[in-house]
Structures are given as C-alpha cells and as structure tokens.
C-alpha cells in the first residue's frame, strides 16, 4: 500500500512540471499519517444535556430539587447563589425517574427515529445531548443562552445589590475538568457574560505566536465559581429559582420560544474518567 501511495505521489508531481522531488516519502511520516486518533490520557469524557421546562410545569421542575443534592457545595457558596438566582446540587446512582423522563432516557420512551408530527412545541427539540472531552488545560464552554439584544441583571455581590445592563450578551458556562484518584474527576463551572460588538483581539499560544481572534467583552463572575468531584455516572444539575427573570440565573436559565416562557436545566454527566493507576494496583 504505501509503495503505491509513494508511486502516485511521485506521478502527480512529475505531471505538475515540479523539478526536484524525493525518491520516496519518509517512513516517519506515513506512519504519522496512518496512525490512529486516539484520546490523551488525562482528558475526562463529559455528557452535556439541555432540557427546556415550560411553565406551566414549574411544579414538576421544582419537585426535581428535592433529589438533587444541593448540601454538595459550601453554605457561603449556596447563599451567593441563591442570591443571584442560581441553583446547583449532584445527583448520584440512579437518576431519579422524573429526571430520567426528562432526559428522555427511560427505555419506555417513545423511539425518536419513529414519525412525528412537527408543531410549534417540538419544532425547537426539549432536550439536547452533546458529548465532549475535556482535560485541565483545555477548558470548554457551555451555551446557556442564545445572544439576547438587551438584558437589564440584577446582580448580587456579597449582599450589595447593584443593576446593570448588557447589549449583545450571552450566557456562558466556562467549564474545566481534572482527573483525580480513584476515577474521580474535579469539575469546576464559572458563570460568565459575554456581552458587546464582536471585536478582532490578539492572543497569546504556547508557541509564542499572537493569534487574532473575534471576541466579545467578558464579565466573569469567579464568586459563583461551582467545584465539584463526580464519580462516572453522577450528574451535575444546573438551574434557576422561580420568578428569577431579572437576576443572573434568569439570563442563563430562562428562555422565549415561540411566544412562550421556559425554564431550562443544564446537566453535565460524567461517562467516562482516565484510568486511575490507584485502582489498578489493589
């Protein structure tokens, strides 16, 4: 096979008039070539779910806390929290059957590949998944909104209440995980605005080149940092109080579709962690 790769290379080049060529392309590099993709060792896989609520249903929506364990975080961070609208908690094991339901994980569900009629409610999907793969060094974003026009926040920090605007702004989860022993993951979420004009920015890579990049003005709220260790298989929920419009969990956790108001959750679910060296010792 790579004798005939070799012989087609040499014969395109021969037919394009080049004067000099190599005799045969270096091993090395049909090694590089043909080796497979394969995942680095200290990246985590994450599940990533965004599930709308509608209103009339918040019964439903807030009957969900009472199985999520919120007592995971400290009683400081609840409170800031709760204070800008923002509620968070892990739910381990099983996931309860309501949640299931809603993730329309349940075996019992109707098959998506079937036929369905399309209407206003579904045109836009109540639930979506995507899978990622993140690592300490590489963080990742969570979309918790679409690019509103305007947003007038109330915004709490350290019990001084102020308002603010944001043009242009969307909701943004900035999302970091790390492998620990015993096929734990440390994963850690920070609230962020990204608000204003679109403008080209020059940054900075490891390789000492500046790169130009369009970006928007960031507002980063590290006070609402939220870090926490799951196991495979525990969810990390993410949501809003009742009637939080105006504060920072509304812009992230609330939504018009179609003329009609939604609540959404997102959740991140550990499928898979590195190796743990610590396990495969005992």
Known sequence: MRRILAALALSALAGGGCQSVLEKPPEAGFEQLLRPVTTAPDSVTLEIFHARIPLEEDCQAD?????????????????????NGLRAGVVGGTLPAELAKLLELRSDMPDPS???????????????????????????????SEVRDEAQVLLSDRGRLSGRTFRQVEAVYSLRAEALDGERVQVRLIPELDHGELRTRYAGSDQGIFLMTPSRDREVFDQLSMEVALLPGEVLVLGCLPDAKASLGGVFHTASVKGRDERKLILVRLLEAPHSEILAKN
């Open 63 to 83: 009957a969900l806390w009472n199985q999520i364990d919120e007592q995971c975080f400290s009683a400081d961070l609840r409170r800031r929290l709760v204070a």
């Open 114 to 144: 079937a036929e369905r009629l399309i209407t206003a409610g579904t045109a836009v999907p109540q639930v979506t998944r995507r899978v990622v793969q993140v690592n300490r060094r590489d963080p990742a974003s969570i979309q918790a």
